[in-house]
């Protein structure tokens, strides 16, 4: 499956130029809203961003700080402010990389694969404000920590790779039927009390139940 990006840019030009050229060896999607960065982001699930300096409404590095908040997704800046101030401010936000405008896409795409074979290594773990799950089941504030089975595991790494937008129920059911384990409604609502409860013992208390679709972290 080929890797996904996310290009955050208001100069059609240069988003038609990427997206030729990226779609070649990648899935490429653009920003619709650019009210709604960080929730396009959170939908679409990229392996990296694209992320230019100015953009309509909040600017690039609002938006790293807002995606830096649940994601540790490769960002890499594109701008045509090239000065040295600019490159600093946004590796200081949480960018990985930073190209200036014009580039070269040959580079650009050599940047990408050099993050994207970094980032297959490094990435085992979510984060939510202070909190962080790794994939072994462990999930902690900083100082203690609480161990998670398998199925509360699956169920608050689907529901933090999707903070701030409701996971619908059926969703989150299909993730859990990918394990070796079928799990109805009550189950499901079982495991969800049960892991609502251990998260408070580290005070963890975002899980938010909305009645008749699914759940939120917020």
């Given at each position: 499956m080929k890797n996904k990006i996310f290009i955050v840019e208001d100069d059609e030009t240069i988003v038609k130029l990427l997206r030729q050229r990226l779609?070649?060896?990648?899935?490429?999607t653009s920003v619709m809203n650019f009210r709604a960065v960080a929730a396009e982001i959170a939908e679409y699930q990229p392996d990296l961003v694209l992320m230019d300096i100015t953009l309509p409404y909040f600017n690039g590095f609002y938006w790293t700080t807002e995606i830096r908040k649940t994601n540790d997704l490769p960002i890499v800046f594109i701008s045509s402010a090239s000065d040295e101030m600019n490159a600093v401010m946004a590796m200081n936000m949480g960018a990985d990389d930073f190209v200036s405008k014009p580039f070269s896409v040959e580079v650009l795409i050599a940047?990408?694969?050099?993050l994207l074979r970094r980032t297959k290594v490094q990435v085992n773990h979510l984060s939510f404000e202070r909190f962080?799950?790794?994939?072994?089941?462990?999930?902690?504030?900083?100082?203690?920590?609480?161990?998670?089975t398998k199925t509360e595991t699956i169920i608050l790494k689907a529901l933090l790779e999707q903070a701030g937008n409701i996971v619908d129920k059926h969703d989150l059911l299909k993730k859990l039927w990918e394990g070796d384990d079928f799990i109805d409604d009550n189950t499901l609502n079982v495991?969800?009390?049960?892991?609502?409860?251990?998260l408070l013992q580290v005070k963890f208390d975002h899980i938010h139940t909305v009645r008749g679709v699914g759940y939120v972290i917020k």
């Open positions: 779609q070649e060896e990648f899935q490429v940047k990408i694969n050099a962080t799950l790794d994939l072994d089941g462990n999930f902690s504030d900083g100082q203690e920590k609480v161990s998670l495991n969800m009390s049960r892991l609502r409860k251990k």
